[in-house]
């Protein structure tokens, strides 16, 4: 069957589930048999000639791959599997979230609870007990950032299995943990995020420099050290530039080393009598050295 991995994979399925044999023919393959056989001659594409090239193409070669019948049972039931647990693990660290919310809001929170709705309630909230309210606070913006990690880390997995077939276990850690198994070197791939001190690709690129204390993924290079080290005394602007798009290309493309995979970006919402207020695009994010309150 021509493309029985794609369009024709149903088919393929209910055939091969009957006791059918079924190989799944490449539409090029079928193509070129199409146009190099003499029974096509002039005649205009039709099903007909479809069929019969797709039937030659399939007796003439061994090497096609045979459909499984139970193989895409099984591929669904693995990931339906996946994702019961995955949803599991979130509604847990979810009730988790409820239960701390309870006991610092009055009566906790109704309706459902969402990252989002968790986030701006906990932005509102100033425990004014002793110690233990203040844990909670502190315990429940943790479980927050576990749930935000693994909705991230949930979506990564996917697109490797996707699109690499690599199969990936995620884990959400504590920021303390993360920092000391990734100091270790004990990790094949971390998630993580940083935001640059000054408007300068420099800021990101010298962090991952042979020598940089930054530098934890054992990641060296003599080209790219030469580059970041000629960048930082280049007094030309484009051919200073022009560098910094070098190192940049050898640690994106040629090397791997990490891989952009989302910009965070911010709605903000401000009452009209707020004046003064001064947004930075990098290091501080909110000043309010020059903001004032507009009596109304």
């Known amino acids: 069957m021509e493309n029985a991995s794609g369009l024709g994979r149903h088919l393929a399925g209910t ?17 070129r048999v199409r146009v190099l056989s003499s029974f096509a001659g002039n005649a205009r594409k039709n099903d007909s000639l479809d069929a019969l090239a797709t039937a030659l193409a399939a007796s003439r070669n061994g090497r096609l791959a045979v459909v499984d019948p139970e193989a895409t049972s099984e591929l669904l039931r693995l990931l339906s599997e996946r994702r019961e647990d995955l949803v599991a693990e979130r509604t847990s660290a979810l009730n988790r979230l409820h239960g701390l919310l309870r006991d610092l809001l009055p009566g906790g929170v109704g309706g459902t609870l969402s990252a989002h709705r968790a986030a701006r309630i906990l932005r509102g909230i100033r425990p004014k007990g002793g110690a233990s309210a203040h844990l909670r606070r502190r315990l429940a913006s943790e479980v927050l950032r576990d749930v935000r990690t693994r909705d991230v880390g949930t979506f990564l997995q996917s697109q490797f299995e996707e699109n690499l077939g690599a ?24 998630h993580g995020g940083s935001i640059a001190a000054y408007n300068d690709p420099m800021d990101f690129l010298e962090v991952w ?3 940089s204390p930054l530098n934890q993924s054992g990641f060296s290079n003599a080209q790219y050290d030469r580059l970041v080290e000629g960048a930082k005394v280049e007094t030309d602007p484009t051919r200073r530039l022009q560098q910094l798009a070098q190192a940049e290309k050898i640690l994106i493309e040629e090397e791997a080393v990490l891989a952009p995979t989302l910009h965070v970006c911010f709605s903000r919402l ?15 994010f909110v000043d309010f050295k020059y903001a004032s309150i507009r009596e109304e």
């Open 15 to 31: 055939l091969a589930a009957a006791g059918k044999s079924v190989v799944d023919v490449p539409p090029k393959l079928s193509a």
């Open 167 to 190: 199969k990936v276990q995620v884990r959400a850690l504590p920021v303390n943990n993360l920092l000391q198994q990734t100091a270790a070197g004990d990790y094949d791939f971390y």
């Open 209 to 211: 420099s042979t020598h």
């Open 270 to 284: 401000i009452r009209p009598s707020v004046e003064g207020l001064v947004f930075h695009p990098y290091g501080v």
